[in-house]
């Protein structure tokens, strides 16, 4: 006999999943790694960038402890990061992905519990959702502080979500979707049941496969329509 699964805890990464940013990350590097002394167009600025694209999704103060070493430089580049995506967030460069708002309200609508997740500090996740009016758009918003300060690849604020909401009684009927290998990789070792990625940000099918996700969407718009279909 086949486990009727609810699929009613919907956790949902943000920049690439849901929201468009343009490349702000990397700018937003730029401006933290030259207050730190690192220069623009040297070997050393390169080698960073390039880990920080190759990282995404993780939290960001740990991809800074990985770069720069000691705590406090890593907290120094971190404020510096954020403060600098904030003002460009302020800006108006980040715009929800096609269809995103749509399909968060038909998850709601259909009765799901939707939680929003984000490798960012709260003070980026809340100018971001400010900036796009979505402060009450989903049931709850997560930052990795809020999980005891693991972000991605750690499954910490999968398991926050189903403990806080309690919409759900199984990991199983956990939906995780993303679009990074670590976002993947999150989803699985919480044992989230549907773990989704889609193909409008950081990485390609091939990579989002290897790291465990069970199916590869072109969008978050079309996730509704997959849990209705596997219902």
Same mark, same amino acid.
């Given at each position: 006999?086949?486990?009727?699964?609810?699929?009613?805890?919907?956790?949902?990464?943000?920049?690439?999943?849901?929201?468009?940013?343009?490349?702000?990350?990397?700018?937003?590097? *730029?401006?933290?790694?030259?207050?730190?002394?690192?220069?623009?167009?040297?070997?050393?600025?390169?080698?960073?960038?390039?880990?920080?694209?190759?990282?995404?999704?993780?939290?960001?103060?740990?991809?800074?402890?990985?770069?720069?070493?000691?705590?406090?430089?890593?907290?120094?580049?971190?404020?510096?990061?954020?403060?600098?995506?904030?003002?460009?967030? /302020?800006?108006?460069?980040?715009?929800?992905?096609?269809?995103?708002?749509?399909?968060?309200?038909?998850?709601?609508?259909?009765?799901?519990?939707?939680?929003?997740?984000?490798?960012?500090?709260?003070?980026?996740?809340?100018?971001?959702?400010?900036?796009?009016?979505?402060?009450?758009?989903?049931?709850?918003?997560?930052?990795?502080? /809020?999980?005891?300060?693991?972000?991605?690849?750690?499954?910490?604020?999968?398991?926050?979500?189903?403990?806080?909401?309690?919409?759900?009684?199984?990991?199983?009927?956990?939906?995780?979707?993303?679009?990074?290998?670590?976002?993947?990789?999150? *989803?699985?070792?919480?044992?989230?049941?549907?773990?989704?990625?889609?193909?409008?940000?950081?990485?390609?099918?091939?990579?989002?496969?290897?790291?465990?996700?069970?199916?590869?969407?072109?969008?978050?718009?079309?996730?509704?329509?997959?849990?209705?279909?596997?219902?």
């Amino acid at each position: 006999m086949t486990e009727n699964r609810t699929q009613n805890l919907i956790v949902l990464d943000m920049a690439g999943t849901t929201v468009a940013d343009g490349g702000l990350v990397e700018r937003a590097f *730029g401006q933290a790694a030259e207050r730190l002394g690192v220069e623009p167009g040297t070997p050393d600025h390169a080698d960073k960038l390039q880990y920080v694209l190759d990282t995404m999704g993780e939290s960001k103060i740990s991809v800074f402890r990985h770069l720069f070493g000691t705590e406090e430089l890593a907290r120094r580049a971190n404020s510096a990061f954020e403060e600098a995506y904030g003002e460009l967030v /302020d800006g108006g460069l980040v715009t929800p992905l096609p269809g995103a708002r749509a399909a968060i309200e038909k998850l709601r609508a259909d009765g799901r519990t939707v939680v929003l997740t984000t490798g960012f500090a709260r003070v980026t996740q809340d100018a971001i959702l400010d900036a796009l009016g979505w402060q009450d758009l989903a049931d709850l918003t997560l930052c990795p502080a /809020d999980a005891g300060g693991r972000g991605r690849p750690f499954p910490d604020m999968v398991l926050t979500a189903f403990l806080r909401t309690g919409a759900v009684d199984d990991v199983r009927d956990l939906v995780v979707a993303g679009d990074t290998a670590y976002d993947m990789l999150s *989803g699985r070792r919480a044992g989230a049941g549907t773990v989704a990625g889609v193909l409008t940000g950081a990485h390609d099918r091939a990579a989002l496969t290897e790291h465990g996700a069970t199916h590869v969407l072109t969008s978050v718009a079309e996730l509704p329509a997959l849990l209705v279909e596997s219902a």
